[in-house]
């Protein structure tokens, strides 16, 4: 069972354009939300992170927002760049947990 | 460069045979989780060490077992492997027990094919 539920599979944006990825999720007790960002060959490397006691978190071009009543966060890449071409991991977490639910990933291609 | 080292990078084995894949985790991390990548199911954490003890087990196969080392290493050893076993098997770090105290620091991988 897939404890985070993320969408699109792959997304194709022009540069400059807004990249949007959503998940969900049904545990209500998690309360860390990290994405991780992964290049070809790579290992997933952390982005950005939100806790639930905040709506929006954003860290340069990249904004994480998170809807706590329907149990939805979302990373929105604005000014989206060639460099940006990644794999995007949603993921979640309880305090005091040992294991992060990864969502199945989201191949980002920015065209120039 | 994330400070965790993966070996080997690619292996190459047939069925039926067992394979050891290492990890060394940053300098000062305590802890060790094993995450298994396809690309149907995404990442899935297999195990998690803390400090040489076995702290969290997720969808682990009874023919995997994994440890960690007084020296902080750990292992993930694959036996009587199967063509669906094929995956790129991920080792990550970090200083404390709980995800949710800091982030988890990736190796880039043991591609792991099996023929």
């Known amino acids: 069972q897939q404890q985070v539920k993320q969408s699109p599979q792959s997304l194709i944006v022009q540069k400059g354009g807004i990249s949007i990825i959503n998940c969900a999720y049904e545990n209500t007790a998690f309360d860390y939300f990290p994405w991780y960002q992964q290049f070809p060959g790579k290992g997933p490397a952390l982005l950005i992170a939100?806790?639930?006691?905040?709506s929006e978190k954003k860290e340069g071009r990249f904004t994480i927002s998170f809807n706590k009543s329907a149990k939805q966060f979302s990373l929105h890449i604005m000014d989206s760049q060639p460099g940006d071409s990644a794999t995007y991991f949603c993921?979640?977490?309880?305090?005091?947990?040992?294991?992060?639910?990864f969502g199945t990933g989201t191949r980002l291609t920015v065209i120039p | 460069d994330s400070g965790v080292t993966q070996t080997p990078k690619h292996l190459i084995t047939a069925t039926g045979q067992r394979v050891t894949l290492r990890c060394s985790p940053r300098?000062?991390?305590?802890?060790v989780y094993w995450y298994q990548q396809s690309l149907d199911q995404g990442l899935q954490f297999l195990i998690q060490y803390y400090n040489g003890e076995e702290r969290a087990k997720g969808n682990i196969l009874e023919r995997f077992s994994a440890q960690q080392f007084p020296d902080l290493h750990s292992e993930l050893n694959l036996s009587s492997l199967e063509l669906g076993d094929s995956a790129l098997y991920f080792c990550?770090?970090?200083?404390?027990?709980?995800?949710?105290?800091?982030?988890?620091?990736f190796g880039e991988g043991s591609r792991l094919t099996v023929l």
């Open positions: 939100i806790r639930p006691d905040v």
């Open positions: 990550a770090s970090s200083v404390g027990e709980a995800t949710t105290t800091g982030e988890l620091f």
């Open positions: 300098s000062g991390d305590l802890s």
């Open positions: 993921a979640a977490s309880k305090t005091g947990a040992n294991n992060l639910f």
